[in-house]
C-alpha cells in the first residue's frame, strides 16, 4: 500500500514541478514584461498644459509634437525614464560616486575617486545659477522622468535583477548626466600629465623633444598652417629605453587598439547639390547597450505663427537638447578636442605653515569636505576631500596635486545649448557654441544658406602663452603657470567658409598657428585619420549629396598601416625566410590577403597592424610598467599618441644610440616584431591563415548588467558580428568601441538625411526597439535620419485639475 501510495506521489510531483516552474517562467516573464514602456493609448498627466503626441515609427523613434518647448520637454522626460532610466541612473551615480549604491563593494575604487570632484555639490551651484526660465525647462523635465517612471506596470528589469529600486530623479541628475560626459571625454587628462612628467623627469630635453613631438606630416590642421620640423634625433637615448619589464604580459596583442575616435565634417553649399551646407558627424565613444543616444524629433510652435522641428539625438538624464542635429536652418555636430583642459599643480608643505599648502596663489588652508558613499550590503563609507583654490587634492608619485580642471569652474555647465534651437545662421550658432556649458567639442556647423564653420564649442581655459608646458604637470614653482579663469566667447578661434568648400575634425590638432595656444594639447589624435577624411572629402568633387557624405564616414581604407605593412615585407626578405616557414607564410599573406581596407577577411591588415604593435611593446613595455605606478591609465601611448611616427622614424633612421639593449639591429629587432605576433597567434591557438581581422575584430558590447550577471550574456549583448574599420581611418571600429551613430543632414532638407546608430532605442531585451537597427549599423546600412509613419500613438493630455504654465 505504500509503495503504491509513494509511487502515485511521486507521479503527482513530476506532473507539479515542471508546471510550477512554467508558472514561474511565466510569471517572470510578465513581470519584465510589464516594465515595457507605453507605445499607444491615451494618458491623462499632471505635468502639462496642453495635448502632447509621442508617434513613434517602425523603429521606435518618436516624433514628439506640443504646443509649447515646456511640454515637449515634460514628454522627452516621460519617454526617456520609460526606455532608458537604468542609463539615466547610471550616468548620473557616475559622476555623483554612487554606483556602490548599486553594485556593492566592488563599485567603491570608483565611487572614492568620482567624489573627489563634489560633482552633485557643484551640480546643486550650477542650478542656483540657473536663470527662472531654464530651471523651470530642467524641472518640467524631471517632473516627466518621474512621472514616466511612475507610469510603468514594474520597475525597470535591471532593479529586479540587482535587488534594488530606483531613486526618483532630482534637477542636478540632470547636471550630473553633462559631468558623466565630462569624466569621459577628458578623464584621460590626469594620468596623461603624470606619464608626461615621468618621461620630462627620466629624460633630457632633446631627448624628450625627440619623444614627445607637437605635431606630425599626418596632421590636418585647419589653418593650413605648415607643421613644425622634426626635433633632431639626439645621439644617446635615455636610460629607461627599451627596457624589458619583470614580466611581459601575455597575447598583449590581440585585444591591441586604440580608443580615439569621432569625425565631424561640412560641405559648403558651393559645392553641395541644393546650395544648403551638408553636415556629417560620428560621434566615437566606449559601445554598449542601449546606445548613450536616443533620436528623436521634436515639433513645436516658433512664436511666430509657425512651428519648428528639429532632429537629432539626445542624452538620456541630460536636459533634453537635441545634442547633434538640425533645427532647419542650421545643423551641427562634434567631435572631442583634446585641448588641455586640465592641470596638475604641485601643492608645497612647510612645518612653519601646519595643516596649510602652497599654490602659486600663496598659502591656503584646504577646506575639508566629508563625502558619505553608500554601499550596497556593506556600511557606508566616508571619504574625506581636501580642496583649495585650484581643485581638490590628490597624491600620485611621491607629491601631493591640485587637480586644476575646467568642469570645476563655475559655468563649466550650463543649458546655452538651448539656444541652438532657435538659431537661424551659422554666425548665431558660432556665437552660442562658444558659451556652451559642455566638454569643450569641435564644433562644425553649417546652415541652410550654405555657409560653414568651425569653433569650440564648450568653456576654454585662459591660458598664458606658454601652452605646451602646461601638458605637463607643473611643478612647485614653475616657470609656466596654470589657467586663469575662463576664456571670453569673443576670443574663440573660428574658421569660416574655407576656399575650399569644406572643414573637418577628427580629433587631430586642429590649429598649427598661433591661435594653437588657445587650445594646448590635451592629447590630438594622430592625424592619420584627420588627413584621410579630409583627402577623402576633397574626392566627392564640385557638387555631392548627403549620400555621398554619409560614405566619408565608411571609409576603412588602411592607408595609415599600409606604411607598416611596406615595412614588415621589406624586412622579410630571402634571408629573413629562408629556413623560417612561419616568417614565410607571414609574407605570403601580407602580399595575398591585403586589399587595401580594414576588410574582416583580411590576414594581412590584421598581421601589419600587430606588427607596429609589437614594436611599439618592444620599445615601451618597460616604460609602461613604470608608468603605471603612477596611474593604471597611464601609458606611453597615452603621453603620446604620435608614437607610430616616432617608430617608423627610428627604423628609417636606425641610430645605433637608440637601439635596445638585447637587439643586435634595428634589422633583427623588427624581425623580433615579426616572431612575437608569430608566437602570440600561436599561443592563443589562432591559425595564422585564418588570423583575419574580423576574427579579432569582433563586436562585444553588451548591457552593462551584463558585467554583473555574466550569465544572461547573450540575452543582453550584441551579435559577434565582424566589423570593417578600424583606428586611424574615419570608420573607426573595435570591439566595445567605434561610431555611437552617424548622421548626415543638410538644413532644410531633413528629409534626405540619413542615420545609423549601433543599438536600438530601448535598454530593454523584451522591446522590440532593443537591437532594432544594428544590423544596419554593422553593414553601415543608412535608414532616414527623420522617423517614418507612425506605427504607435501615445497621447499625453493634461490632468483636468491641474493648471500649468504655457
Same mark, same amino acid.
Given at each position: 500500500m505504500r509503495a503504491r501510495r509513494w509511487k502515485a506521489w511521486t507521479w503527482r510531483l513530476a506532473l507539479i514541478l515542471p508546471g510550477l516552474a512554467l508558472l514561474a517562467c511565466l510569471g517572470a516573464w510578465l513581470l519584465l514584461r510589464a516594465s515595457l514602456a507605453q507605445g499607444d493609448g491615451r494618458r491623462e498627466v499632471a505635468g502639462i498644459a496642453r495635448p502632447v503626441t509621442v508617434a513613434r515609427d517602425e523603429a521606435g523613434v518618436p516624433l514628439i509634437r506640443g504646443s509649447s518647448r515646456l511640454d515637449v520637454a515634460w514628454a522627452t522626460g516621460f519617454v526617456h525614464a520609460q526606455e532608458r532610466f537604468f542609463q539615466m541612473d547610471l550616468l548620473r551615480r557616475t559622476a555623483g560616486g554612487e554606483l556602490a549604491e548599486l553594485f556593492g563593494p566592488r563599485a567603491l575604487p570608483l565611487d572614492r575617486a568620482r567624489r573627489l570632484h563634489r560633482f552633485r555639490a557643484r551640480a546643486a551651484r550650477a542650478l542656483a545659477d540657473l536663470a527662472p526660465a531654464e530651471r523651470a525647462f530642467v524641472d518640467r523635465y524631471v517632473a516627466g522622468v518621474n512621472a514616466g517612471m511612475g507610469a510603468l506596470g514594474a520597475r525597470p528589469f535591471e532593479y529586479l535583477l540587482t535587488g534594488t529600486a530606483p531613486a526618483p530623479w532630482r534637477a542636478e541628475d540632470s547636471l550630473l548626466a553633462v559631468w558623466a560626459m565630462f569624466i569621459d571625454l577628458q578623464g584621460s587628462q590626469e594620468p596623461r600629465e603624470l606619464a608626461r612628467g615621468w618621461l620630462r623627469d627620466h629624460s633630457d630635453a632633446a631627448q624628450l623633444a625627440f619623444l614627445l613631438p607637437q605635431a606630425t606630416h599626418w596632421d590636418a590642421p585647419l589653418d593650413a598652417a605648415g607643421a613644425p620640423s622634426e626635433a633632431p634625433l639626439p645621439a644617446r637615448a635615455p636610460a629607461w629605453w627599451g627596457a624589458r619589464p619583470a614580466q611581459s604580459a601575455p597575447l598583449a596583442l590581440l585585444g591591441r587598439g586604440d580608443i580615439v575616435g569621432s569625425n565631424n565634417y561640412a560641405i559648403a553649399g558651393s559645392r553641395s547639390t541644393t546650395g544648403a551646407a551638408i553636415v556629417a558627424d560620428d560621434m566615437h565613444l566606449g559601445l554598449q547597450l542601449p546606445n548613450i543616444w536616443y533620436r528623436l524629433a521634436f515639433v513645436y510652435p516658433d512664436g511666430h505663427g509657425g512651428e519648428r522641428r528639429?532632429?537629432?539625438?539626445?542624452?538620456?538624464?541630460?536636459?533634453?537638447?537635441?545634442?547633434?542635429?538640425?533645427?532647419?536652418?542650421?545643423?551641427?555636430? !562634434? @567631435?572631442?578636442?583634446?585641448?588641455?583642459?586640465?592641470?596638475?599643480?604641485?601643492?608645497? !608643505?612647510?612645518?612653519?605653515?601646519?595643516?596649510?599648502?602652497? @599654490?602659486?596663489?600663496?598659502?591656503?588652508?584646504?577646506?575639508? +569636505?566629508?563625502?558619505?558613499?553608500?554601499?550596497k550590503g556593506a556600511p557606508a563609507e566616508q571619504l574625506t576631500v581636501r580642496e583649495t583654490g585650484l581643485g581638490p587634492l590628490r597624491q600620485a608619485g611621491g607629491k601631493t596635486w591640485a587637480l586644476h580642471w575646467v568642469a570645476h569652474a563655475p559655468g563649466a555647465v550650463n543649458l546655452n545649448?538651448?539656444?541652438?534651437?532657435?538659431?537661424?545662421?551659422?554666425?548665431?550658432?558660432?556665437?552660442?557654441?562658444?558659451?556652451?556649458?559642455i566638454p569643450a567639442q569641435n564644433f562644425v556647423a553649417g546652415d541652410a544658406a550654405g555657409n560653414i564653420g568651425w569653433t569650440i564649442a564648450g568653456r576654454l581655459p585662459r591660458r598664458a602663452a606658454d601652452a605646451y608646458g602646461a601638458s605637463f604637470p607643473l611643478a612647485a614653482g614653475a616657470a609656466t603657470p596654470t589657467w586663469d579663469g575662463l576664456l571670453a566667447p569673443e576670443s574663440y578661434p573660428r574658421v569660416v567658409n574655407p576656399r575650399d568648400g569644406q572643414l573637418s575634425t577628427a580629433n587631430n590638432r586642429q590649429l598649427m598657428g598661433a591661435q594653437s595656444a588657445l587650445l594646448g594639447d590635451g592629447g590630438f589624435d594622430l592625424g592619420a585619420r584627420g588627413s584621410q577624411l579630409r583627402d577623402r572629402l576633397r574626392r566627392l568633387g564640385p557638387r555631392t549629396d548627403e549620400q555621398g557624405a554619409f560614405a566619408v564616414a565608411l571609409d576603412d581604407r588602411a592607408l595609415f598601416i599600409a606604411d607598416w605593412r611596406r615595412r614588415a615585407l621589406a624586412v622579410l626578405d630571402q634571408a629573413a625566410i629562408a629556413d623560417h616557414p612561419r616568417r614565410a607564410a607571414f609574407r605570403r599573406l601580407l602580399e595575398t590577403s591585403w586589399n587595401g581596407h580594414a576588410d574582416v577577411d583580411s590576414v594581412g591588415y590584421r598581421l601589419a597592424r600587430n606588427f607596429m604593435w609589437a614594436l611599439h611593446d618592444i620599445? !615601451?613595455?618597460?616604460?609602461?610598467?613604470?608608468?603605471?605606478?603612477?596611474?593604471?591609465?597611464?601609458?606611453?601611448? =597615452?603621453?603620446?599618441?604620435?608614437?607610430?611616427?616616432?617608430?617608423?622614424?627610428? =627604423?628609417?633612421?636606425?641610430?645605433?644610440?637608440?637601439?635596445?639593449?638585447?637587439?643586435?639591429?634595428?634589422?633583427?629587432?623588427?624581425l623580433a616584431a615579426i616572431d612575437r605576433v608569430l608566437s602570440e597567434l600561436e599561443a592563443a591557438g589562432v591559425p595564422l591563415e585564418r588570423a583575419t581581422w574580423g576574427a579579432r575584430n569582433r563586436a562585444a558590447f553588451a548591457h552593462p548588467i551584463a558585467l554583473? =550577471?555574466?550569465?544572461?550574456?547573450?540575452?543582453?549583448?550584441?551579435?559577434?558580428?565582424?566589423?570593417?574599420?578600424?583606428?586611424?581611418?574615419?570608420?573607426?571600429?573595435?570591439?566595445?568601441?567605434?561610431?555611437?551613430?552617424?548622421? @548626415?543632414?543638410?538644413?532644410?532638407?531633413?528629409?534626405?538625411?540619413?542615420?545609423?546608430?549601433?543599438?536600438?532605442?530601448?535598454?530593454?531585451?523584451?522591446?522590440?526597439? !532593443?537591437?532594432?537597427?544594428?544590423?544596419?549599423?554593422?553593414?553601415? +546600412?543608412?535608414?532616414?535620419? =527623420?522617423?517614418?509613419?507612425? +506605427?504607435?500613438?501615445l497621447t499625453l493630455v493634461p490632468a483636468r485639475d491641474v493648471t500649468l504654465p504655457r
Open positions: 528639429l532632429v537629432g539625438v539626445t542624452l538620456p538624464g541630460a536636459p533634453p537638447l537635441v545634442i547633434a542635429g538640425s533645427n532647419g536652418k542650421v545643423a551641427w555636430g !562634434f @567631435t572631442n578636442s583634446y585641448g588641455d583642459y586640465l592641470d596638475l599643480v604641485e601643492v608645497g !608643505f612647510d612645518a612653519a605653515h601646519p595643516g596649510q599648502v602652497r @599654490t602659486p596663489q600663496g598659502w591656503e588652508q584646504p577646506v575639508e +569636505r566629508v563625502e558619505t558613499i553608500a554601499v545649448h538651448l539656444r541652438l534651437e532657435e538659431a537661424a545662421s551659422l554666425e548665431a550658432a558660432l556665437a552660442i557654441a562658444a558659451s556652451d556649458g620599445l !615601451f613595455e618597460g616604460l609602461d610598467a613604470q608608468l603605471a605606478n603612477l596611474d593604471p591609465k597611464a601609458a606611453m601611448a =597615452l603621453a603620446n599618441p604620435r608614437w607610430p611616427a616616432l617608430v617608423a622614424r627610428l =627604423l628609417d633612421e636606425g641610430p645605433a644610440g637608440w637601439l635596445p639593449p638585447g637587439q643586435g639591429s634595428w634589422r633583427a629587432l623588427q554583473a =550577471l555574466p550569465f544572461l550574456g547573450a540575452w543582453l549583448g550584441v551579435p559577434p558580428d565582424q566589423l570593417a574599420g578600424d583606428a586611424h581611418m574615419p570608420r573607426v571600429a573595435g570591439p566595445k568601441f567605434g561610431q555611437s551613430e552617424r548622421m @548626415t543632414v543638410s538644413p532644410g532638407h531633413e528629409e534626405e538625411g540619413l542615420f545609423n546608430m549601433p543599438g536600438g532605442q530601448s535598454g530593454h531585451p523584451l522591446s522590440p526597439y !532593443f537591437l532594432h537597427g544594428h544590423a544596419d549599423w554593422v553593414q553601415g +546600412r543608412p535608414v532616414p535620419l =527623420l522617423p517614418g509613419p507612425a +506605427r504607435h500613438t
